[in-house]
């Protein structure tokens, strides 16, 4: 299964764009790679995901490099309800089980 | 918003006792699932199911049992709680297909005295 690497917390200036990293070396041909967050005490929040090209909806966009070995999130304007714990999955095809890591916990600084 | 509920939002129960928890969605999705989150683990998933009457084990799936007899319900029992099951416990919904994600409820906060 294909696991991800992303650093354990990071800060972001309020207003400004919010990059988070994250690694999927092993990542095969047809595998998906998604974002959640959550904000403490509620339910993940699916924030985007794909495949091969870069994304881009109202919440964020999503940069998966040629290689697809890496990708990054980008909130293009964080803000203070930005503040959460932000999730990489690289989804596993065979029977659409979702491995959750640690994540990254994001702060935005006022 | 994703058409999930889970009931209940809390619950409080003592050890050895039988506890199912609900979750409803009106979307008609194919695909549910049962996740707990704890400090320190994350989400990791119990059970999920496929369609009605079809279902598997997640990762940590000992000491729990669910049911689905109809797409819009998917249930999670505990027959005989633990301590060690005290955890916010997440379903989830999905489409199927790989390229769809899933949707989260809003959590059931479960603890075992």
């Known amino acids: 299964d294909a696991k991800t690497t992303q650093p354990t917390s990071m800060d972001c200036a309020e207003g400004r764009a919010a990059n988070l990293p994250c690694n999927h070396s092993?990542?095969?041909?047809?595998?998906?790679v998604y974002w959640y967050r959550q904000i403490h005490s509620q339910g993940p929040q699916y924030i985007i995901h794909?495949?091969?090209n870069n994304e881009t909806n109202e919440m964020a966009s999503l940069i998966i490099t040629e290689d697809r070995k890496s990708s990054t999130l980008i909130l293009p304007h964080a803000t203070l309800r930005d503040t959460a714990v932000y999730y990489c999955?690289?989804?596993?095809?065979?029977?659409?089980?979702?491995?959750f890591g640690k994540g990254t916990r994001l702060h935005i600084l006022p | 918003d994703a058409g999930i509920t889970q009931s209940p939002r809390h619950k409080v129960t003592e050890t050895g006792t039988p506890v199912t928890l609900r979750c409803h969605q009106t979307?008609?999705?194919?695909?549910m699932y049962w996740y707990r989150q704890d400090p320190g683990h994350g989400l990791r998933l119990i059970h999920y199911?496929?369609?009605?009457?079809?279902?598997d084990k997640g990762e940590v799936s000992d000491g729990y049992s669910v049911s689905r007899s109809k797409t819009e319900d998917f249930l999670l029992t505990l027959e005989s709680a633990t301590s060690s099951q005290t955890s916010v416990y997440f379903c989830?919904?999905?489409?199927?297909?790989?390229?769809?994600?899933?949707?989260f409820g809003d959590g059931t906060r479960l603890s075992i005295l």
């Open positions: 989830a919904i999905s489409k199927g297909a790989s390229n769809q994600p899933q949707h």
């Open positions: 092993t990542i095969s041909g047809n595998e998906y």
């Open positions: 794909g495949l091969k």
């Open positions: 999955i690289v989804r596993v095809n065979r029977d659409d089980k979702i491995i």
């Open positions: 979307e008609n999705h194919r695909y």
């Open positions: 199911s496929y369609g009605v009457k079809d279902t």
